[in-house]
């Protein structure tokens, strides 16, 4: 099972975006028979082969075993990713990119959309991709937010004059500001 399956095909999407298939995904984080999962979600096997077909079809879950039950032979399946992601390039851009105002926050969606890309043409399946995801929060009054902007872009330049040569591992750098909602904003 990958960490994460990149959906960048529509038919995946279908496959995924309804809320019975959803719950019979999470249902198959662990391998399990059609009967199995029927039995937990209170429905019958045929309408959850039903979705786990489809689920099957678009490469988001597949048949890990098979097993005889009275005679008869009963597939076992699990999700093949602990969580999904949907490629932008699903919809597709409508207008043009935000790259010229770094402060605004069309750029900073076009930023994010590029790094959502350059994750998934990673080898997820390697143990050994070299990354690290930092998060914290910032406060800054409003007569300090240039200041703040100047020393990130400051920081920033430096790491990347320091590190930019030709020699060694080729890193990605994207760093995010936004101003973050209040607590019950967020769902």
Same mark, same amino acid.
């Given at each position: 099972?990958r960490?994460?399956?990149?959906l960048?095909?529509?038919?995946?999407?279908?496959a995924?975006?309804k809320?019975?298939?959803?719950?019979?995904?999470?249902?198959?984080?662990?391998?399990?028979?059609?009967?199995?999962?029927?039995v937990?979600?209170?429905?019958?096997?045929q309408?959850v082969?039903?979705?786990v077909?489809?689920?099957? /079809?678009?490469g988001?879950a #597949?048949?890990?075993?098979e097993r &005889? $039950? +009275?005679?008869i032979?009963?597939?076992i399946?699990?999700?093949?990713g602990?969580?999904?992601?949907?490629s932008?390039?699903?919809i597709?851009?409508?207008?043009?990119?935000?790259?010229?105002d770094?402060l605004?926050l069309?750029?900073l969606v076009?930023?994010l959309?590029?790094?959502?890309a350059?994750?998934?043409a990673?080898d997820?399946?390697?143990? /050994?991709?070299?990354?690290? #995801?930092?998060?914290g929060?910032? &406060? $800054? +009054?409003?007569?300090?937010?240039?200041?703040?902007?100047?020393?990130?872009q400051?920081?920033l330049?430096?790491?990347?004059?320091?590190?930019?040569g030709a020699d060694?591992d080729?890193?990605?750098?994207a760093?995010?500001?936004?101003?973050?909602?209040?607590?019950?904003d967020r769902?």
């Amino acid at each position: 099972m990958r960490d994460v399956v990149y959906l960048d095909r529509i038919e995946q999407a279908e496959a995924l975006l309804k809320p019975q298939r959803i719950e019979v995904l999470r249902q198959l984080a662990e391998p399990r028979s059609c009967t199995e999962v029927a039995v937990e979600l209170g429905q019958t096997p045929q309408r959850v082969y039903y979705h786990v077909k489809r689920l099957v /079809d678009a490469g988001l879950a #597949g048949q890990v075993a098979e097993r &005889r $039950v +009275r005679g008869i032979s009963e597939g076992i399946y699990r999700a093949t990713g602990r969580s999904y992601w949907l490629s932008p390039g699903l919809i597709g851009r409508i207008g043009l990119p935000q790259t010229r105002d770094r402060l605004s926050l069309g750029y900073l969606v076009d930023l994010l959309e590029g790094v959502q890309a350059d994750i998934a043409a990673l080898d997820l399946t390697r143990p /050994d991709l070299p990354s690290v #995801g930092m998060s914290g929060d910032i &406060r $800054v +009054r409003p007569e300090h937010r240039k200041a703040f902007l100047d020393e990130l872009q400051h920081t920033l330049q430096d790491l990347f004059t320091r590190y930019g040569g030709a020699d060694g591992d080729a890193f990605r750098l994207a760093v995010a500001c936004y101003p973050k909602g209040a607590p019950d904003d967020r769902v």
